[in-house]
């Protein structure tokens, strides 16, 4: 008789836990409010160039807010022409994206160009590319190659 009397004694113990668990009132989740947007400050005007054995390629942009990208950028490369153009594209990450227009022997171009921020300076990328609507594009971007030989120094942008 003492265990049926222990045994039932458990049992409505058991029934009674059970049955006041699901008694109990849901929780109440207050909605937080929504963390405000991080903005990103413009980083203002960047100049960079590279000297090196004759050849000098010279670039100034600016990034805004959006990382929408705008400037200059030339190229006065040894046995070529000149070209001086302008920069539109977008930082994604440490990467400018951009599409560089320029006139070459009296003829506009548009060329694609990837520069990789790293350390205080810009490394311009390669790779293969592809020509599609008078502009010229590379052919997949995850595969450029960034070398030190295409390292852009940062310096002092002159008011021109």
Request: charged letters at 25%.
């Amino acid at each position: 008789m003492k265990k049926v009397l222990a045994i039932m004694t458990l049992v409505l113990t058991v029934f009674i836990s059970c049955k006041k668990a699901t008694e109990t009132e849901p929780v109440q989740i207050e909605p937080k409010a929504p963390k405000d947007a991080e903005l990103v400050e413009p980083a203002g005007d960047q100049c960079y160039a590279s000297r090196q054995n004759g050849n000098i390629i010279l670039i100034s942009f600016n990034v805004n807010s959006h990382q929408e990208v705008n400037g200059k950028l030339s190229y006065n490369l040894t046995g070529k022409d000149k070209n001086d153009g302008t920069l539109v594209g977008n930082m994604k990450g440490d990467t400018l994206i951009g599409d560089y227009t320029f006139l070459s022997e009296g003829v506009s171009s548009v060329r694609e160009v990837v520069f990789l921020q790293k350390d205080g300076a810009l490394i311009e990328g390669y790779g293969d590319v592809v020509s599609t609507n008078d502009r010229v594009t590379f052919k997949d971007k995850s595969k450029l190659k960034f070398d030190a030989k295409n390292t852009l120094s940062k310096v002092d942008c002159k008011v021109e």
